[in-house]
């Protein structure tokens, strides 16, 4: 009323009052009667004054179909949302239920995606209702698909990490939404091209942002930039994480310095000002740059079935928490299951998570035994039986949704066992008939490769010191478990390291060399990395969990620790890090995005190659897989194949505690699964090849001597004298 009496009723201002108070009526009071009194005011006033043609009307109708809606009355729901998506776009007009926009001249791409997903989901509702009406759910789809490509170019616009991320969180059930209804336009119409956009809307919904990342970097370095220019840019960057990094230890402290993060705040504006107008300089000055850095593409089914090796195949899912989309691809056939699932498949994947990583072996053995069992037999059947016969003996790789990324699928059991004692090691493991590896989706198997200096599987390792607290329990099993500031030495590390050492090419740094400096001078000349050491993991800003290298007394640069930032900030040219630390590929989990872990700093920063671990790892186990692994790497073994061997070699030696999966199973290859060395009877064939040409070329030779020899010589023709004329 205050409003009303300073301004008039027509006033602008009036209209996100009467939406609040029309919300308030419909939410609170339950009064959809006085909820839609209020916004037919609020588009009265929005109208008379913006027009029909605006961004607030477009909202209202939306909020006014929004309430019809909730009381069932669908044909009047849709017609406000038509109207919605009239008034948001310029050039739309029709207000056929059954036609829908093309997304340019868009007053507002944020409110567009409402009146899109819920004229979506009513079209579908009346489809099944009205007995599998194809046209509503075409229709559906296709607003389905518009609001993929608004969100695609609201997340172009996005210049900051943390604005993306909660776009991908919002905006995470818009993609499983359109996977489920490609499916279901797949089985009503036959139609293959609704199976391919299936797989299509199931990539696009995997880690888009690190995927754009990497685009970025990549269209800086190919998109015809001078080198001068992505010096700069390098540079802004790594000042920015620098002072980001200054900023966020700052304000760890109980009193922060006004005055430091005063000056820093001023000196990180001024800094993304310069990188802001660095980057419309690319954007404007060089086109290539342009297309390459805001492509949406992803890879497609015949495109994955030519990159897959005859031996491999993927399994990529998508999880609601109702509906599990399995989809199964090898170089000659794509597959699509589903399955309905409920409480109890997320509550087995809790049993598992738990079970892996409490560490309680002295209490209820055998209960854990029989939850451990029951649990992974029941993923088992949910996630790899549907393809049980399609998989035997392949090379899987797993693209995994949701909290499954936190899951080991190699300790998953194709059967139950007999009620015998607690044999952890006797249980049928999918490691045991199948290798395994994973990635953050199919297109980024494809996009990480890049041109790469080789430099002889050379080997840049690190085993950094750490001074330890006087006193620290040692009861089995001693996990290289992180304390922020109280970190203590780890023997096994050590151990892994000096096998390094000796068994491979390689350059090793103990102690105080092993510093964070020397990791940053040497780690873009190495084709292996090695790094056995503390991760400290920060699941509120997961761009500041840290790798722990030895902090060195009176370095003003380096402070030991590599947070994920920095790591983004890295140009690698390694084709494979081990990073042999504890919840190395843990951290948050972010909807719509994965596990914000280190490995994918690794993965930007041009490795496309990660060893890491779901969760804490016992010392002396993870010594021995690890040199395990590095043996079977060596004789020319693939990086999954190698990590499988070096588990099962461990697993069928181990005794009856450390057959525990918890002991063997944290550690996972994600990435290109290439082997880095040659098997040596490949090396040992091509020599006697060579040597086999070499012979027989000398034989030829030789041959073609003696048979030039033994040719009859022609005799000289005899000159006749000329005779001169009489």
């Given at each position: ?8 009723p ?6 996100p009052?009467y ?8 939410q ?8 839609l ?5 609020a ?29 069932n009355?669908n ?5 406000y949302?038509?109207h919605?998506?009239i008034?948001l776009?310029?050039?739309?007009n ?13 007053y ?12 979506a989901?009513i ?15 075409k ?31 919002e905006?995470d059930?818009?993609f499983?939404?359109a996977?489920?209804m490609?499916?279901?336009?797949y089985k009503?119409?036959g139609?293959?091209?609704?199976k ?6 199931s ?5 888009a942002n ?17 080198v001068?220019?992505q010096?700069?840019?390098?540079t802004?960057?790594?000042e ?5 990094e200054?900023l966020?230890e700052?304000h760890?402290?109980k ?7 005063q ?20 954007e ?5 740059y ?14 994955l079935q030519?990159?897959l ?8 899912f ?9 989809i199964?691809?090898?170089?000659s ?6 399955e309905v699932?409920?409480?109890n ?18 209490n209820?053995v055998?209960?854990d035994y ?11 059947q949910k996630?790899?039986s549907?393809?049980r ?18 899951v ?13 004692p ?5 249980l049928?493991?999918?490691?045991r008939t ?8 199919a297109?980024l ?7 790469r ?7 840049l ?12 329990q ?7 478990q992180?304390?922020r ?9 050590m ?6 050492e ?13 510093s964070e400096?020397?990791f ?8 292996i ?14 761009m500041?969990s ?21 790591i983004?900030g890295?140009?690698l ?5 081990v990073?042999?630390s ?7 989990f972010q ?13 930007y ?7 890491m671990t779901l969760w ?11 040199k395990?692994?590095y043996?079977?790497?060596k004789k020319g ?16 030696q181990?005794?009856?505690?450390r057959?525990?999966?918890y002991?063997?199973?944290p550690y ?6 290439s082997?880095?060395?040659f098997?040596?009877?490949?090396f ?6 060579f040597?086999?040409i070499?012979?027989?070329g000398?034989?030829?030779y030789?041959?073609?001597k003696v048979?030039?020899?033994e ?16």
């Amino acid at each position: 009323s205050n409003t009303i009496d300073q301004y008039g009723p027509g006033h602008f201002y009036l209209i996100p009052k009467y939406l609040h108070y029309g919300d308030f009526c419909l939410q609170e009071h339950h009064d959809p009667g006085k909820a839609l009194n209020y916004y037919r005011k609020a588009r009265s006033v929005a109208v008379s004054t913006f027009g029909h043609k605006s961004k607030q009307a477009g909202e209202i109708f939306n909020s006014i179909g929004e309430l019809y809606q909730s009381e069932n009355k669908n044909d009047s729901a849709l017609f406000y949302y038509q109207h919605s998506l009239i008034s948001l776009v310029e050039n739309f007009n029709d207000t056929t239920i059954l036609n829908n926009p093309e997304i340019e001249h868009v007053y507002s791409l944020p409110l567009l995606l409402r009146p899109l997903k819920n004229k979506a989901g009513i079209l579908r509702k009346i489809c099944f209702e009205s007995g599998n009406n194809i046209d509503f759910l075409k229709s559906g789809f296709e607003c389905l698909e518009l609001a993929v490509q608004t969100i695609e170019q609201i997340r172009l616009n996005f210049e900051t990490e943390e604005s993306r991320l909660v776009l991908a969180g919002e905006e995470d059930n818009t993609f499983n939404e359109a996977i489920d209804m490609a499916y279901n336009m797949y089985k009503l119409t036959g139609d293959t091209r609704y199976k391919a956009k299936t797989f299509e809307y199931s990539e696009k919904s995997k880690s888009a942002n690190l995927l754009a990342a990497i685009r970025n970097s990549r269209a800086v370095e190919f998109g015809g930039i001078p080198v001068e220019l992505q010096k700069k840019e390098r540079t802004i960057n790594s000042e920015i994480n620098s002072i980001k990094e200054l900023l966020y230890e700052e304000h760890r402290y109980k009193y922060p310095d006004s005055l430091k993060l005063q000056t820093w705040e001023n000196l990180l504006f001024f800094l993304n000002r310069q990188k802001d107008s660095l980057t419309g300089v690319f954007e404007n000055e060089y086109p290539k740059y342009y297309s390459l850095k805001f492509s949406t593409n992803v890879i497609d089914t015949l495109e994955l079935q030519n990159t897959l090796n005859k031996n491999d195949v993927l399994l990529e899912f998508n999880l609601s928490d109702t509906l599990l989309i399995s989809i199964f691809q090898s170089t000659s056939l794509y597959k699509i299951h589903t399955e309905v699932i409920d409480s109890n498949f997320h509550n087995n994947l809790r049993v598992i998570r738990n079970n892996l990583t409490a560490r309680n072996f002295s209490n209820g053995v055998k209960m854990d035994y029989i939850l451990f069992t029951y649990a992974s037999n029941y993923l088992y059947q949910k996630l790899i039986s549907p393809f049980r016969d399609l998989i035997r003996e392949k090379h899987l790789i797993i693209v995994p949704d949701e909290y499954l990324a936190y899951v080991p699928f190699e300790i998953l059991i194709s059967d139950l066992p007999e009620w015998k004692p607690a044999l952890y090691r006797n249980l049928p493991y999918l490691i045991r008939t199948n290798s395994i590896s994973y990635s953050y989706s199919a297109t980024l198997l494809r996009t990480a490769h890049k041109k790469r200096q080789k430099f002889r599987n050379k080997v840049l390792a690190f085993a950094p010191g750490y001074p330890g607290p006087e006193q620290f329990q040692t009861e089995l099993p001693q996990t290289r478990q992180q304390y922020r500031d109280n970190l203590y030495p780890i023997p096994g590390v050590m151990d892994e390291v000096k096998f390094i050492e000796k068994t491979m090419n390689s350059d090793v740094f103990f102690d105080k060399d092993a510093s964070e400096k020397n990791f940053k001078d040497l780690a873009p000349s190495y084709d292996i990395l090695h790094l056995a050491m503390h991760t400290i993991i920060d699941d509120t800003n997961p761009m500041f969990s840290k790798l722990v290298f030895t902090e060195l007394p009176g370095d003003t640069v380096e402070d030991g620790l590599l947070n994920a930032g920095e790591i983004y900030g890295l140009n690698l040219n390694a084709r494979l890090a081990v990073l042999s630390s504890c919840n190395s590929g843990t951290g948050k989990f972010q909807k719509g995005e994965g596990v914000m872990s280190l490995a994918r700093g690794f993965i930007y920063a041009g490795c496309p190659s990660i060893i890491m671990t779901l969760w804490e790892v016992e010392d002396r186990s993870g010594a021995e897989i690890i040199k395990n692994f590095y043996s079977y790497l060596k004789k020319g073994y693939s990086k999954d194949k190698a990590l499988q061997l070096a588990k099962l070699e461990f697993l069928d030696q181990a005794d009856m505690l450390r057959a525990h999966p918890y002991f063997w199973s944290p550690y996972i290859h994600i990435g290109d699964n290439s082997p880095v060395y040659f098997k040596r009877i490949y090396f040992i064939i091509a020599i006697l090849i060579f040597v086999a040409i070499l012979i027989i070329g000398a034989i030829q030779y030789l041959k073609f001597k003696v048979l030039i020899k033994e040719m009859p010589k022609v005799p000289k023709v005899l000159r006749v004298p000329k005779v001169k004329s009489a």
